[in-house]
């Protein structure tokens, strides 16, 4: 239950802000003074051992990018309700604290999202059953109802270490405009900085007078009372100023902080000022720092790659950055290497190195296959194409020059589903998609494909139009001055991201089922229209029984080719959906308004998740088991070693995606016998078309055992799919499919 005090904290303080928002009609300066407002009430205190300052705790209402799932102007509800059952005589009476519950209830952000959506989708059943609640748990149909965040937003760190505050407020004065709302508002933001500054710096100096003059806090203290006033001069000023304001605009995802740090790190080694273990201590607490903010579907960081600054400096701090993961092996950051031919050997023996310790960590994006791609994709010169970014779980943005948030998915798998089904969701029973026909109707598998592609076509429809959705509300709502202020061009050209300020305002959705419902295809394809071992109305009553009765038939669904095996039957497939879906979503751009709107096959946890409520399936899979994991083969189904594997997933055309990604698994043994085979086959992939590898090195007995006796195992990292996590904190039905899928032994 609150306590007395928090619950007193908590109620004026939505008085306070509620007032705050309804005295400003304009909605940038609106945005700015609520910031300014809730800054030192959302900091956290400092501890004593702290070397880099800067935590944040949301409250009951406030304004943020990508919060807890609450997002522009949330409103926690469930914090309101505590208060009122826990002291209902104090804030039950209060009229104040009352009204503005009852205010936010109706002016958050994702109410008026929700309420939109439901307005335009009230005639379709799924979403009537739901009431279209954006951010719960629904799984109807082929998608999930849009969430309204704006994540993966990389701003322009490089130029915040490069200008510092006052060099920002130069810059936003010389781009002041004869409307200079805007330009108030940018400054009020940058206000929040120095307020956040000036707040731990208080609290460093009453640690300094009660503990004495430890050399961590007065190096602190000198790094706080500098970055106020000037740009930074060393690593650990450059360290704390990235990450204040970070925690303040509830920045996500990291972008390339070896070009951002790399310079001050390498002037504090030759000066002699820092050596690399306290570089790498000042790192370990920032690891602290991100495991604090818990978003292990972000947190990503990213090292090496084309484009950058200063490359030798950059690949010095990489280096240390990949150290400190080596030794420290969290679930966050997401450490990115982008490999290309030509980068310094030593990166990349260090990345397959770290990630041999079982860190899972780097990831690995090759730049000679992404660059071209991206810039096809994207439509974007080969500089903008060099800013790429896998943020989050592993979508395309460019740093500083694009937003592309994923905020709805498509299920693949359902969609067959629905297909065979006259467009009954079979979990929930209920229609949730239009009626294409009856199996019977399906004469060809011609016949059998238009009628999946319209599944998919109604659903496609539903997100590109909610993705549109989202960024209107946002725009009506508000500017995200923090972002804006570091996005390239919004200060120039005194806009907004929304507003035209961004250079490329994106677009994505993510696919989950992809490879499940392509191999589910091949086999229908062949056992009833090329075989003809059976009728396709067979085949789906024996998917209705859950294969109860049918052992032999499931078999021989099982038994049918699979993509991951590089045969052409299965992979042909496999590109016929991934093209089709990629290419759809194309489409899309035009018609809803964005400079591109693509799909990513980038799962998450999802794919296991959203296997519980999917029905069985032609490729083998029963009711509720696990879909394939974004690019990756069916569970158990890549029989022919890895590198067959990989030829079929470099088959894929990477300019019509913005992010898919490859799950690889090897043994330790392996890795340890045939490190120079399994590094040439690594080298090979992603010289030869292969985009990107999430690389495992652990037994699948590690993890049987990590299941049965937890308490073990306890820091045993794994690699889902578009993050990582301790293996024994997973749901049962993930920790199942992480267990089934393949991991190549030494032979």
């Not at 800054?39 to 300052?53: G, S």
């Not at 760190?157 to 936003?172: A, F, H, M, N, Y």
């Not at 200079?180 to 400054?187: K, Q, V």
């Not at 079982?358 to 500089?383: H, Q, R, W």
Request: one cysteine or more.
């Amino acid at each position: 239950m609150i306590n007395a005090a928090e619950a007193k904290r908590q109620a004026e303080y939505c008085i306070h802000f509620t007032n705050v928002y309804r005295e400003e009609n304009d909605k940038y300066l609106r945005e700015a003074k609520c910031l300014k407002m809730q800054t030192n009430h959302i900091l956290v205190d400092m501890d004593e051992d702290d070397l880099i300052v800067g935590r944040v705790k949301h409250g009951i209402v406030g304004f943020s990018p990508q919060y807890g799932g609450l997002y522009t102007y949330y409103f926690n509800e469930e914090i309101a309700q505590d208060i009122l059952d826990a002291y209902p005589e104090d804030w039950g009476k209060n009229q104040e604290f009352l009204e503005a519950v009852s205010y936010w209830k109706e002016e958050n952000t994702l109410k008026k999202l929700n309420d939109r959506f439901t307005e335009k989708h009230a005639d379709l059943e799924k979403y009537k059953k739901t009431g279209g609640n954006m951010g719960k748990d629904i799984r109807l149909g082929t998608g999930s109802t849009p969430t309204g965040r704006l994540a993966l937003t990389i701003p322009d760190l490089d130029k915040l270490i490069q200008l510092g505050i006052p060099g920002l407020r130069v810059e936003v004065e010389a781009n002041r405009k004869d409307d200079s709302r805007l330009s108030d508002a940018f400054l009020l933001a940058i206000d929040t900085v120095v307020d956040a500054i000036e707040f731990y710096e208080r609290e460093t100096e009453t640690l300094i007078e009660n503990a004495g003059e430890q050399e961590h806090l007065v190096t602190l203290l000198k790094a706080l009372r500098n970055i106020k006033t000037n740009k930074p001069e060393t690593f650990i000023e450059g360290l704390q100023l990235y990450w204040i304001y970070a925690v303040l605009s509830d920045l996500m995802n990291h972008g390339r902080m070896d070009v951002y740090l790399g310079d001050l790190y390498a002037g504090d080694i030759d000066a002699g000022v820092m050596d690399e273990e306290t570089a790498i201590r000042y790192l370990t607490h920032l690891y602290k720092h991100y495991d604090f903010i818990g978003k292990v579907h972000d947190t990503r960081v990213v090292i090496g790659g084309k484009g950058r600054r200063n490359e030798e400096n950059a690949d010095r701090l990489a280096m240390v950055i990949m150290e400190t993961s080596r030794r420290v092996k969290g679930v966050v950051p997401q450490l990115t290497l982008r490999y290309y031919k030509g980068m310094k050997e030593e990166l990349f023996e260090k990345a397959l190195k770290v990630n041999a310790e079982g860190c899972s960590y780097p990831i690995l994006y090759s730049d000679d296959t992404n660059i071209p791609a991206v810039m096809k994709v994207f439509d974007v010169p080969e500089e903008d194409a060099e800013s790429y970014i896998p943020a989050g779980c592993g979508e395309y943005v460019l740093e500083s020059r694009s937003i592309g948030t994923p905020n709805s998915g498509v299920n693949l798998l359902k969609g067959l589903e629905l297909t065979l089904h006259h467009g009954r969701d079979c979990f929930y029973n209920v229609t949730a998609g239009p009626d294409t026909g009856d199996v019977e109707e399906f004469v060809s598998f011609d016949k059998l494909w238009q009628a999946f592609t319209t599944q998919i076509d109604s659903e496609l429809a539903i997100v590109a139009w909610a993705q549109k959705e989202c960024y209107n509300l946002m725009e009506e709502n508000g500017a995200f001055l923090h972002l804006s202020i570091l996005m390239k061009d919004c200060v120039e050209r005194g806009k907004p991201i929304f507003e035209g300020g961004v250079r490329y305002l994106n677009g994505t959705t993510e696919i989950m089922g992809m490879i499940s419902a392509a191999d589910s295809l091949t086999a229908i394809k062949k056992l009833v229209y090329d075989d003809k071992v059976m009728t396709l109305k067979e085949l789906v009553h024996i998917l209705d029984c859950n294969f109860e009765g049918y052992e032999k038939e499931r078999r021989m669904m099982q038994n049918c080719p699979k993509y991951g095996n590089d045969d052409a039957y299965a992979d042909d497939m496999a590109l016929l959906v991934f093209n089709y879906v990629a290419r759809k979503s194309i489409e899309y751009t035009d018609i809803i308004g964005l400079n591109k709107y693509n799909m990513v096959s980038v799962n998450n946890s999802e794919s296991a998740v959203w296997g519980t409520y999917t029905m069985a399936s032609a490729c083998g899979r029963k009711n509720g088991e696990a879909m394939a994991n974004a690019n990756g083969a069916s569970i158990g189904g890549d029989k022919n070693g890895v590198t067959s594997l990989l030829n079929s997933m470099s088959k894929f055309d990477h300019s019509i995606h913005a992010g898919v990604i490859n799950n690889v698994r090897f043994s330790k043994e392996l890795f340890q016998t045939s490190y120079e085979k399994v590094k040439l086959v690594i080298r090979t992939f992603l010289e030869h078309n292969g985009n990107q590898m999430n690389l495992m090195v652990i037994g699948r007995d590690d993890l049987i055992n990590a299941k049965k006796h937890p308490e073990e195992y306890q820091n045993l990292i794994i690699r889902i799919g578009g993050f990582s996590a301790r293996f024994v904190e997973l749901d049962s039905v993930v920790q199942d499919e992480l267990i089934a899928r393949t991991t190549y032994e030494a032979s």
